[in-house]
């Protein structure tokens, strides 16, 4: 059975102050790890993929990269508008039916 | 691009009613949609996945008489609860598959059941 888990569940920076979040992961065979950013009252939105491992996907503030067992998000300098929960979610390279599997998130809160 | 909508984005009925919500993709035709329902402080959980003009693939636990999913066309999919109940209660988020990998999400629908 696939599994995702996020670390740390809650994250408190102060503006400007770099970080981490950590998704390791189980899985029978990776097709892709999807990086998704929740605010509250929303939907996912999605911000990355990445399929092998070395890979690095970057947007703004935001650098995802990925190892066989585990993918980071780094967030260099954050404001405070970055604050929301990041969801990181495997898709299993066996089936048809394209079906995620999510971690439970890390809620960060980038303070002024 | 990869835009996706839901209706309503927020719903109050009274207990034994049932509730349409509707999710579709605006810019692009879905392979899949998928529903989710997610509770306070809670991640996503899948539903149902359904392919458009097939009968919906529903998770262990969904009742599938409770949760009617239609997917009628390649840009529309609909789930209707039906005799809500409060346990009903929930945040309900489709999400839609193009070609590739990735599935984009919609911006939730919040139902409440009095």
């Known amino acids: 059975e696939d599994q995702v888990t996020q670390s740390p569940e809650a994250l408190r920076l102060q503006e400007g102050e770099s970080s981490s979040l950590n998704c390791s992961y189980t899985?029978?065979?990776?097709?892709?790890l999807f990086w998704y950013r929740q605010d509250p009252g929303k939907g996912p939105e999605f911000l990355f993929t990445?399929?092998?491992a070395g890979e690095e996907k970057e947007k703004e503030r935001l650098k995802a990269t990925l190892t066989k067992k585990e993918s980071f998000l780094h967030i260099t300098a954050p404001k405070p508008e970055d604050s929301a929960t990041y969801l990181c979610?495997?898709?299993?390279?066996?089936?048809?039916?394209?079906?995620?599997?999510f971690g439970k998130g890390t809620l960060l809160t980038v303070n002024p | 691009g990869a835009v996706v909508s839901q209706h309503p984005s927020r719903v109050i009925c009274k207990s034994g009613t049932s509730v349409k919500i509707e999710c579709r993709s605006l810019d692009f035709q879905a392979t899949t949609m998928f529903w989710y329902r997610q509770f306070p402080k809670q991640s996503l959980m899948l539903m149902a996945t359904s392919n458009e003009g097939s009968k919906a693939t529903y998770e262990q636990g969904v009742e599938k008489d409770k949760f009617l999913i239609n997917h009628a066309s390649l840009t529309l999919s609909t789930l209707t609860v039906t005799s809500a109940h409060p346990e009903d209660s929930s945040f309900y988020i489709c999400?839609?598959?193009?070609?590739?990998?990735?599935?984009?999400f919609g911006p939730g629908t919040r139902l409440t059941v009095l």
């Open positions: 999400s839609a598959r193009p070609l590739g990998n990735e599935q984009f």
């Open positions: 990445l399929y092998s």
């Open positions: 979610a495997v898709l299993n390279s066996g089936g048809s039916n394209y079906k995620l599997t």
């Open positions: 899985v029978s065979g990776l097709r892709g």
